[in-house]
């Protein structure tokens, strides 16, 4: 298998797959940007007002020092913001607006940066609305969070107090167990020291209590309003220029990738560089453009519907002389006289290129044999206009018909002759007919007679074993492939079963390529001039005078 290095992408290959499909590209980038801009211009507007809360260190508040709670400043704010997200506050804000609240159609809460400030944000299509609402769930909160500090420092001065009472008890106890004449003296003083620390105890914990108390009337919760919400006097959405910005940077990221994923998905060749990737060094020795009106681009159709020879003057003809003169120079040192034009399947226009390479071979004063090899579905006689269903190669082959008569005279346009074989009468076993001596011996008389290229026109060579048959006969063989349906792959197995049978590969040409746009300029295909020659050939039968 030869190996091959499909996958490498370089900056030439990744630019070459966006340029390719860039009408794909700017077409998915239209289509978001007038989408995103009508989707957004057909919105309602919607106003913001953001309140600001500041997260206060509990211990900056403190009244006495001896009160003090350990808080963690990141994870305050979190706790914070987690408690503005509840949805009892989210319900005491709806309450408190009444109707209104319908109107809110978001509440966003979160951090501003590394501080200890947390914005209430609420999005509305009244601004009014969206102003009272981040007022209203601002002072809420910090009432709410007053509320609850309050009371827990409320409750731990109860708890203290009720301490003291519980100490007034036992004092009590102690005081009537003193009085008591039965008690000794030692007794007494033991009493009385507990009596002293009971006390002091009791004094603590009413202190205590006391400065509970005043914590709890001074403290703000450790959240208060920093900024009140002002009023919104336009609308921060819809945005249709941002929306439609926003929008065309995804669709070009979008587009991009799908320009690739579809490059990587399609198999078809289509450049140069597809050919060069395949591996072996085959080159590419002609591109032949589009030509025509409505037609396809393996072969040229006329407009009553019959196949034809390319203008002598057009752009397509230039490209024929430009293949033409790759085809002798890639002969110079060896022996290229018989040359076996095929492809990988069928429509991909060889006889088209037989036909066009064999009168511009003639034009350029080069003796030329056409032979029609392809006894399945022979076509090169339509563009000679030469009827020959009872005369042609297969006679010639089975020995009813002598060489000179089978073979019939063109005249070019320039008024010089190239000879014409034409298939003859369809055999029910045409690789073994094409592949037989009898074949051989044909190519050898035709090249007796001093010609210079003998193009011989076989079948594609994948469906069936025809073309393999005749390459042995073959000084070389040159590939057609048509741009944009020739699958890789298959390209890629027919240049290896050429070389199995040791056929010499003279090179590939790239059929259907465009001449114009964005496209033109990875085929290596150029302008080409155009040259005054009359498009009108005539037959003759026989030998040439």
């Known amino acids: 298998m030869i190996e091959h290095d499909e996958d490498n992408l370089d900056v030439r290959r990744l630019w070459r797959i966006i340029w390719l499909r860039f009408p794909l590209i700017i077409g998915i980038v239209v289509v978001a940007v007038v989408g995103a801009y009508a989707y957004s211009s057909l919105q309602t507007d919607l106003y913001q007002s953001t309140a600001k809360i500041s997260v206060v260190d509990p211990n900056a508040q403190a009244v006495f020092a001896g009160v003090q709670i350990r808080v963690d400043p990141k994870r305050e704010v979190d706790t914070q913001i987690q ?7 989210r319900n005491a804000v709806d309450e408190k607006l009444g109707n209104d609240a319908t109107k809110i159609t978001s509440i966003t809460v979160s951090s501003v940066g590394s501080t200890d400030l947390i914005n ?73 020291s507990q009596r002293s620390s009971l006390v002091a105890q009791q004094s603590d914990l009413r202190t205590r209590a006391t400065q509970f108390d005043v914590e709890a009337a001074t403290r703000s919760g450790s959240a208060e309003v920093s900024q009140t919400a002002l009023l919104a006097t336009s609308p921060y959405s819809p945005a249709p220029r941002r929306d439609a910005a926003l929008a065309g940077v995804l669709a070009l990221l979008l587009g991009i990738g ?13 450049t140069v560089e ?28 006329d407009r009553k519907g019959h196949r034809s020879i390319v203008p002598l003057d057009s752009i397509a003809s230039e490209a024929f002389r430009g293949l033409a003169s790759n085809l002798r120079f890639s002969a110079l040192g060896e022996k290229r006289t018989r040359v076996l034009v095929t492809s990988a399947e069928g429509s991909e226009g060889k006889s088209t290129l037989v036909a066009n390479l064999a009168m511009v071979l003639a034009e350029s004063g080069q003796r030329v044999v056409v ?116 699958p890789r792959d298959h390209l890629r197995e027919t240049l ?13 040409v790239l059929n259907g390529v465009p001449t114009k746009g964005r496209y033109s300029r990875y085929y290596g295909t150029y302008s080409y001039g155009a040259y005054s020659y009359k498009n009108k050939y005539s037959q003759t039968d026989g030998k040439d005078k």
């Not at 799908?258 to 289509?270: C, P, T, Y």
């Open 83 to 89: 408690l503005l997200r509840s949805p009892d506050l």
């Open 496 to 508: 290896e079963r050429l070389r199995k049978v040791n056929t010499p590969i003279i090179g590939v």
């Open 371 to 486: 032979v029609s090899c392809d006894l399945r579905k022979p076509s090169i006689e339509t563009f000679f206009d030469i009827n020959a269903t009872e005369s042609g190669l297969t006679r010639v082959l089975l020995g009813d018909q002598s060489l000179d008569d089978a073979t019939s005279s063109v005249v070019s346009p320039s008024g010089r002759r190239l000879k014409v074989l034409p298939a003859g009468p369809l055999p029910q076993n045409p690789a073994e007919i094409v592949g037989s001596a009898a074949m051989g011996a044909v190519l050898d008389r035709l090249e007796s007679e001093g010609v210079d290229f003998i193009l011989i026109d076989s079948p594609p060579l994948l469906p069936v074993a025809d073309s393999l048959a005749l390459s042995q006969f073959a000084n070389g063989a040159i590939v057609v492939a048509l741009v944009g349906e020739t």
């Open 120 to 192: 209430i944000t609420v999005s509305s299509p009244s601004p009014e609305v969206a102003q009272v609402a981040a007022n209203a769930m601002a002072e809420l909160y910090v009432t709410q969070r007053r509320a609850q500090v309050t009371s827990s420092f409320t409750e731990r001065a109860d708890e203290l107090r009720s301490k003291a009472l519980e100490i007034d008890a036992q004092v009590t106890t102690i005081d009537a167990q003193i009085a008591d004449m039965a008690t000794s003296a030692t007794q007494a003083e033991v009493l009385r």
């Open 274 to 301: 597809d050919v060069d990737n395949l591996g072996g060094g085959v080159p590419v020795i002609g591109g032949i453009p589009i030509f025509g009106e409505g037609e396809k681009a393996s072969r040229h159709i």
């Open 258 to 270: 799908l320009a690739f994923l579809l490059d990587r998905l399609s198999n078809a060749v289509r």
